[in-house]
């Protein structure tokens, strides 16, 4: 992709980023965001996902549903907000989703849940699940 789009310097490590830095290779950007990001991806997911019966038991719990809108329009889980995957840093939405409460991400790929939750835990969201 990133060829495709007339970049010429470019460069992939088997271990990610990790496999980069051990190589000594220059890193630019955010070396915070970057350590973040690194030690968010040894998260266990696993034990972010929970049933919808659990979540309902949760303090202050918000379902938000990052599908697209037929779907969610053709059946979604009770009170559950809508927010489009495309739309998912607009103000409004981040002004809809409040700290304090316990955001349970609903989307059918597994992996796009991951990287929503992973995102919202980077934004300091401290209580993000994935539901099952």
């Known amino acids: 992709m990133a060829v495709e789009n007339g970049y010429k310097n470019v460069y992939w490590m088997r271990d990610g980023i990790n496999g980069w830095k051990k190589a000594g290779f220059p890193i630019v950007g955010d070396q915070k965001l970057l350590e973040d990001l690194i030690s968010l991806n ?49 103000k409004p939405m981040m002004e809809e989703l409040n700290k304090s409460n316990s955001l349970v991400i609903i989307h059918d790929v597994p992996e796009v849940a991951g990287v929503i939750a992973a995102t919202l835990k980077l934004m300091d969201y401290p209580d993000i699940y994935i539901l099952q």
């Open 42 to 90: 040894k998260t266990d997911f696993a034990q972010l996902v929970i049933a919808e019966k659990e979540a309902r038991n949760l303090k202050n719990c918000t379902f938000v549903d990052f599908r697209d809108k037929t779907k969610f329009d053709k059946h979604h889980v009770k009170d559950a907000n809508h927010v489009d995957y495309s739309d998912m840093f607009s």
